[in-house]
């Protein structure tokens, strides 16, 4: 290799000179080859003189430095070494011409001891020696076995149209030098074979022609897998797929010069392939849904008609399916490749009287025609027509859009009959609830029984009237309509009867799909009369709508009752006894009435002191229940107050902790009253008014403790800024209770103005201690504090000129009963009223000004003065006087 590279420097050379150079050139090595494959070496000359056709030798060396063994000459015949002489008598070696200085060595079965180093040498027909006359190129590849293996998995024979067809082929080999392998798939018709794909042996995909564009939608997909597998998808086989597939498997080397070279190839052949049309798989089939089903159907007006579709076929789900209803021949209703459903049936044609139609797809192969409401005009035979369609492009591709419809059936027809049926049934009213008295309730029912012939879907409604007896109006035996409710239970009101259904006091309900009711919470007596009902059928037209097809009529039923005039009668008892002071009175009060059926009550709770005197209120409960206290009541009392309905009958009234002043005469006062209508006023419901009960008593004796009050002021003028004091004491006479058992509430008031009514409180402490200052608009302050168990004590601090009035204070003493042992309160307490002078006092408020003032100004003169003594010591001394000198320059100088 040296010297070819030193031959082609100096060619270059001498070309650079301006003279020829011949060169020698073979494929640039080293050469890959397979043992018993063919192998073709080139070798050309360029550059040279002499003939136009030039010879060419061939030599090779197995190993380095080592003799060249000749192989064949174009030139001499007995050129070859003898042991290759046979090789080239058979032609297994043999050189091609292909021009005049181009050449080919071919062996046709590469053997092992075929590797080695090969010359090309060209005899020298120049006149001038220059250039290069041989080349060498390695051939290393013979030693490589033939390990080349291609397998596949076995096809089915017959595949149904639409479906996929995966062409699996191994393509394996033990990989000992740098060699690439490929894979091709191919379709046999006949005696044509179709390249389909080939993948390899750089990586790349090369389709054939009538497979370009399908592999481009996606419809041909190449799934390399591992160890060798490679995995072609044919989508959605035509008829056009049939024939016999085969696989190739192909092992390639990459030489120097960037040429693909193929060493081995085998081909497998994978099958034989029969694709069945689709028309000849697809079946439809028309019927009911019934179980079982059937080919002709008897309906009703107003029944559901329901037919199947049913749909088989091979490849069903490769299958793309548009399914169309026909009736008497003319389609009515679609459902779209899509899934998108069209009706058909236009208002403006004949078929516009036809009921709407659904259509839905039950399950893979179900498509379930509904027709809810049927009419005479919606008879006829029914068929269901199916075209598949298959779509040409692949999966990943979505196709493109592009689909070709593969078949087309109809199914056989399916006979409908809608005949008209008119339904029947029996009424029965009756009185479940009866009145005896007015504003008791009434409960009327309509029962339907024996119904036949209703239509699917179809509904009842009902139309209450009344007819008053002679006598009861201005009109005798005049009928009214009460009220009605429709096919759709909408509830329709006669004008008379309006306001009460509209109120609730009256109902008209379904209570079950064929009982229908009637009830008066609270019976009139213009209510009195007969009373029909009427049941009506309803069915659902070709529009969708509600239409009355059929009515019957109850037999009259007569309602009346005796008229008696209500009464109201009140009893009071005592529940509870209240003996002594603090215990709890109890009373109730029962209410008795005839013939006023319901109603609510009002209670008064009244009592008096004594009889005759006058009568107070203490407690009210209105009918809707509500409770309010009497004016006259304390508000702290209110809690010890309770008055509640225990039954619909039963009222009682409580009193916590009776005291002396309780003690009278109690009874309860009741009204009745009614409504007609729940939005209506309270009327009273008994003619006579109201009734009052019989009158219970409270009376018990307590000789309790007696208490007086008055107030006391150590002075009744201070001075700005001093402190005053008010004491309140309160004097326990009788049977007085221990210190523990008495507590007093004590309140002081003010008043600016000698004798003035209008009093203002300033302060309090209860019962228990806490003390309340209300706000003024003073500097001063006040407090309260406990001197003992029956004195408390105000005081006024930093008193002020506004403080200036009278003072008062009240008590209201609460002792604990012995008897009873309940704290009780006894009566409030007045005291009599101080007045307090505040003073302004001249000398007090200005002694202490000037007694500053004279005492700041001797300090500051006697500061003064021994300033200026301690001055004079030091700062003003006498200076003896020295006599000026005569040189006046000098003393001026010295100055």
Not at 797 to 818: F, I, K, N, Q, R
Request: with cysteine.
């Amino acid at each position: 290799m040296m010297d070819t590279d030193l031959f082609k420097l100096v060619g270059a050379l001498l070309m650079l000179g301006g003279s020829l150079a011949r060169v020698v050139t073979v494929p640039p090595g080293p050469l890959i080859r397979v043992e018993s494959q063919p192998v073709s070496i080139r070798c050309d000359v360029t550059d040279y003189m002499g003939p136009r056709e030039q010879d060419f030798d061939w030599m090779m060396s197995r190993e380095a430095n080592v003799q060249s063994i000749k192989i064949i000459s174009t030139f001499d015949s007995v050129f070859s070494d003898q042991s290759l002489t046979k090789r080239v008598a058979s032609g297994d070696i043999s050189v091609m011409r292909l021009q005049d200085n181009v050449v080919e060595l071919k062996i046709a079965e590469a053997k092992s001891q075929d590797a080695g180093l090969y010359q090309c040498l060209t005899p020298s027909t120049d006149s001038v020696q220059s250039g290069n006359y041989d080349a060498h190129v390695q051939l290393i590849g013979m030693v490589i076995p033939d390990t080349l293996k291609v397998t596949s998995q076995t096809l089915p024979s017959a595949i149904h149209e639409g479906s996929d067809l995966t062409l699996s082929c191994n393509v394996t080999r033990e990989l000992t030098q740098p060699t690439y392998l490929s894979v091709s798939w191919s379709l046999k018709k006949g005696g044509t074979s179709e390249e389909i794909l080939t993948f390899g042996p750089q990586g790349d995909v090369v389709t054939g022609a009538k497979y370009t564009r399908r592999y481009a939608d996606g419809a041909i997909r190449l799934a390399p897998g591992k160890n060798g597998l490679f995995e072609l998808v044919i989508s959605r086989v035509t008829t056009s797929d049939e024939g016999i597939y085969e696989c190739n498997g192909t092992e390639w080397t990459h030489e120097n010069g960037g040429k693909w070279i193929q060493i081995v190839g085998r081909a497998k052949e994978m099958g034989t392939i029969a694709v069945i049309p689709t028309g000849q798989s697809l079946s439809v089939k028309a019927s009911s849904s019934a179980s079982p089903p059937s080919t002709n159907l008897l309906l009703a007006p107003g029944e559901k008609l329901t037919l199947l579709c049913s749909v088989a076929a091979g490849n069903l789900p490769s299958l793309s399916l548009e399914v169309t209803w026909l009736a008497n021949g003319r389609d009515i209703i679609t459902m779209e490749r899509n899934g998108v459903v069209v009706s058909n049936m236009s208002a403006g044609s004949a078929q516009g009287k036809r009921s709407e139609a659904g259509l839905e797809r039950v399950g893979a192969d179900g498509y379930r025609l509904a027709v809810m409401q049927v009419s005479t005009e919606d008879g006829g035979t029914y068929t269901c027509r199916v075209r598949a369609f298959i779509e040409k492009g692949g999966r990943s591709a979505g196709g493109g859009g592009r689909w070709h419809m593969a078949a087309e059936k109809t199914s056989s027809p399916v006979t409908v009959k809608v005949s008209q049926i008119r339904p029947s049934f029996t009424l029965a009213l009756e009185s479940i609830v009866h009145p005896q008295v007015t504003s008791e309730p009434t409960e009327l029912a309509c029962n339907v029984t024996n119904i036949t012939h209703l239509p699917v879907g179809g509904r009842l409604g009902v139309t209450w009237e009344h007819t008053t007896l002679p006598g009861t109006t201005s009109d005798p035996q005049a009928t009214h309509l009460i009220g009605s409710l429709d096919g759709y239970g909408n509830l329709l009101p006669g004008a008379l009867y309006s306001d009460r259904l509209r109120s609730g006091v009256m109902s008209l309900t379904r209570v079950q799909p064929d009982t229908f009711k009637l009830r008066f919470l609270r019976t009139q007596e213009i209510d009195m009369g007969q009373y029909v009902c009427a049941i009506s059928t309803w069915a659902v037209n070709n529009q969708g709508d509600l239409v009355k097809t059929a009515e019957n009529q109850s037999v009259p039923l007569t309602l009346r009752w005796e008229t008696k005039s209500p009464s109201l009668n009140v009893a009071a008892k005592r529940i509870r006894e209240a003996s002594v002071g603090g215990a709890t009175f109890e009373m109730s009060c029962m209410v008795t009435t005839e013939n006023l059926g319901e109603a609510s009550y009002a209670v008064l709770i009244q009592s008096q002191d004594s009889l005759g005197s006058s009568v107070r209120t203490i407690m009210t409960l209105s009918p809707d229940n509500v409770m309010h206290h009497g004016v006259t009541i304390d508000p702290k009392r209110r809690d010890n107050l309770v008055l509640v309905k225990s039954s619909g009958t039963e009222f009682r009234f409580r009193l916590g902790g009776v005291q002396l002043s309780d003690r009278g005469f109690y009874w309860c006062h009741v009204t009745a009253w009614t409504k007609q209508q729940p939005r209506q006023t309270w009327t009273s419901a008994v003619s006579a008014g109201s009734a009052e009960s019989n009158k219970v008593r409270i009376d018990f004796q307590e000789n309790g403790p007696s208490f007086s009050i008055a107030i006391h002021s150590d002075t009744s003028t201070v001075y700005p800024w001093q402190t005053a004091k008010m004491k309140c004491s309160v004097r326990v006479s009788g049977s007085s209770p221990k210190t523990d058992d008495l507590a007093y509430v004590v309140r002081w008031f003010f008043t600016r103005l000698r004798g003035a009514e209008t009093t203002t409180q300033v302060a309090s402490i209860d019962r228990f201690g806490v003390v309340s200052k209300e706000y003024r608009n003073s500097s001063s302050d006040l407090s309260v504090e406990r001197d003992d168990a029956n004195s408390y004590t105000l005081n006024v601090h930093s008193a002020h000129d506004s403080d200036s009035g009278e003072y008062h204070c009240v008590a209201t003493p609460w002792y604990l009963s012995a008897s009873t042992g309940a704290w009780t309160q006894a009566g409030e307490l007045t005291s009599s009223r101080v007045f307090l002078t505040v003073r302004f006092a001249v000398w007090e408020s200005l002694k202490l000004p000037l007694l500053y003032g004279v005492s700041a100004s001797v300090g500051v003169g006697l500061f003064s003065l021994v300033l200026g003594l301690v001055c004079a010591q030091c700062c003003c001394r006498n200076i003896a006087h020295t006599p000026r000198s005569r040189n006046k320059l000098m003393d001026l100088e010295m100055d």
